[in-house]
């Protein structure tokens, strides 16, 4: 049992890999220094051996000691400080029928510390709960028309579901550390939706509302574009897990893309990047939410889907047959329905339209796509791979997956709760010690 609240603080910016960050740090070294700057080169250090278990799964004490060049005494107070804050923690190695005594492996521990991941969507709300190993201890979607019953309405179905993940996480004896919370619109620097053009709102103060709702003052809360955060939370346990650079295109009734560029996420100088969905694909395509004409979304987005597939009159033409849209277009696609196949071919060439120009620009490892494009991705492989083929300048160097998310739908709040789990890794001494019994 945790016997003390762990506190975090949790900023806007500077959100990213541990990884890469430890990737790119240099081993600090014990000199003769003053009190202050010897803490800080404690606190670089337990985080270089964090990300070194983080960065290779279980290991000896022995290994660390080899891989980081600490000797084995600074190793050692190290591991006990980081199982004192409930970072690590050291368990016996699976032995396979060997006699003797297993090694002593130091882990990840999930044991100890959690942190929250929200999501408001235009017709849902999603709530997910992520120890520090990277499990979900708890996820759940609330679906409702969102966008039009507004923001109040919103964080209240919310914060429901976060009081359940957070009386959860108590009872099994986790502490959570923060909240990540990731809406499709423009968050400025201070942490307000600026606007968002999908749900319909503007100029709205949603990490206060969640905060006055949820009535946890010591939880910091951060807040993100989802896209954003779906990049962050396919790179901690997903798809992109590996990729430095990278782009999560994220389809929903808002289509949007996070970018990960040398390991960190790429929000813009105002933190109003990532716009993949408005993008323009055609000078006299419809009007867009945005009030430009010719967007991306126009063309890719859900309604757009589901109006160019005929879906909904299908379904009313066929009751009894599925109930959700895309089950119902699925299906229709695995018969072979030469209606919807070639619209989603048209959808598959009109998001590589997208695809291509975010290739030629950042020449990324990969373009992972999640959300409902995710699930129609087989179908528009062929448009897609023809346009890249035809257009990408570096094609006859390098080939450009294009990959399916695993997270289809859970991403943004596995981002949410990664973009706080990841700030512990990168600072442990920033959480109190817990007290363990
Ligand atoms: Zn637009």
């Not at 541990?18 to 081993?27: E, I, Q, V, Y």
């Not at 994220?250 to 993949?276: C, M, N, P, R």
């Amino acid at each position: 049992m945790v016997g003390k609240e762990a506190t975090l603080r949790l900023e806007r910016g500077a959100v990213g890999s541990n990884s890469a960050g430890n990737r790119s740090a240099t081993l600090a070294t014990n000199r003769r220094t003053s009190p202050a700057s010897q803490e800080s080169v404690r606190h670089h250090n337990l985080a270089l051996v964090a990300g070194h278990v983080v960065d290779n799964g279980p290991c000896s004490r022995a290994q660390i000691v080899r891989d980081t060049g600490f000797n084995k005494s600074t190793v050692s107070t190290l591991v006990g400080d980081l199982c004192a804050l409930g970072i690590l923690a050291e368990s016996p190695a699976p032995t396979r029928g060997s006699i003797g005594r297993p090694p002593t492996l130091v882990r990840v521990s999930g044991d100890h510390v959690a942190a929250l991941g929200l999501e408001i969507g235009v017709d849902y709300v999603k709530v997910a709960a992520l120890d520090l190993a990277g499990d979900v201890r708890f996820g759940e979607t609330v679906e409702n028309d969102y966008a039009a019953l507004g923001p109040e309405a919103a964080t209240a179905a919310l914060v429901e579901l976060a009081d359940r993940a957070l009386a959860l996480l108590s009872t099994e004896g986790l502490v959570a550390v923060g909240v990540g919370l990731g809406v499709a619109g423009l968050i400025d620097a201070t942490g307000q939706l600026r606007v968002s053009y999908d749900l319909g709102w503007s100029d709205v103060d949603l990490v206060g509302m969640v905060r006055s709702d949820l009535g946890r003052p010591e939880l910091a809360i951060g807040i993100y574009n989802e896209a954003d955060l779906a990049a962050v939370g396919s790179r901690w346990t997903g798809v992109g897990r590996g990729f430095d650079n990278f782009v999560y295109v994220y389809g929903g009734a808002a289509v949007g893309a996070g970018v990960i560029l040398d390991g960190q996420l790429f929000e813009g100088s105002h933190g109003f990047g990532g716009q993949f969905g408005h993008l323009l694909i055609d000078p006299d395509g419809p009007r867009c939410g945005c009030g430009a004409r010719g967007c991306l979304v126009a063309f890719v987005g859900k309604d757009a889907v589901r109006d160019v597939t005929g879906i909904d009159s299908w379904m009313a033409q066929n009751p009894g047959t599925a109930r959700i849209w895309l089950d119902a277009l699925m299906e229709r696609l695995r018969v072979g329905d030469p209606g919807p196949t070639d619209a989603i071919a048209r959808v598959g060439a009109s998001l590589a339209v997208g695809i291509d120009a975010l290739v030629n620009l950042l020449d990324p490892e990969a373009i992972i796509v999640g959300g409902f494009l995710a699930e129609l991705l087989p179908w528009m492989n062929d448009a897609i791979t023809d346009h890249l083929n035809a257009r990408v300048i570096g094609r006859r160097k390098v080939h450009y997956p294009v990959l399916a998310s695993t997270q289809i739908y859970d991403a943004a709040v596995r981002g949410g709760a990664a973009v706080v789990l990841t700030r512990v890794l990168a600072d442990p001494a920033s959480i109190t010690p817990l007290t363990l019994n």
